[in-house]
């Protein structure tokens, strides 16, 4: 476990370089980026977020910078980075989640179109979404982004037969 997070950590430590915040590998590229596949994936949200001027630096910065570690509880922070971790691209992933948390709590940013709840509903995003539901849609939005690097899970192989001992005279099994 530790051998892991040290792998982690060792990715993301551009973020915490000042002179690299504003270059291609620091935080605020980071920020960028998610702003722009944000817009991508759903521009009427993000055209309204910005006409109310929340920024994404207002929420996303911690999101991307503290790795989830903030908004989640700590099982799901640990299932999260088991996602992470997982991919080859783990970062690009994160994007995906992050904007995964926006379009999840679309419907509420809409409806209220205001500055100070849209910026308290994403910086205390708490338990607003399951982890499953926020994963399920940044899986599907990370594979059709990249078809070929998404491979679906697996279904489970089939049972097979018990056998032949625990089986009755009239071939049911026994339990």
Known sequence: AF???????????????????????????????FAGLLAA??????AALDNIRVAPTFYAFRWISLLMTQELDLPDVLRL???????????????????????????????????SYSVKALQHYESRVPLHTLLERAHALYAADHP??????AAPPPRPPPPPDRMSSNGAAYL
């Open 3 to 33: 051998f892991c997070f040290t792998a982690l950590m060792s990715e993301v430590r551009d973020h915490f370089c000042s002179n690299l915040d504003h270059t291609a590998l620091g935080i605020t590229a980071r920020i960028e980026r």
């Open 41 to 46: 994936k759903d521009p009427p949200l993000a």
């Open 81 to 115: 980075w088991d996602s992470l971790l997982a991919d080859e691209r783990r970062f690009d992933f994160l994007l995906y989640f992050c904007v995964a948390m926006v379009l999840c709590i679309r419907e509420e940013l809409l409806e209220h179109g205001d500055f």
């Open 148 to 153: 070929q690097l998404y491979v679906p899970p």
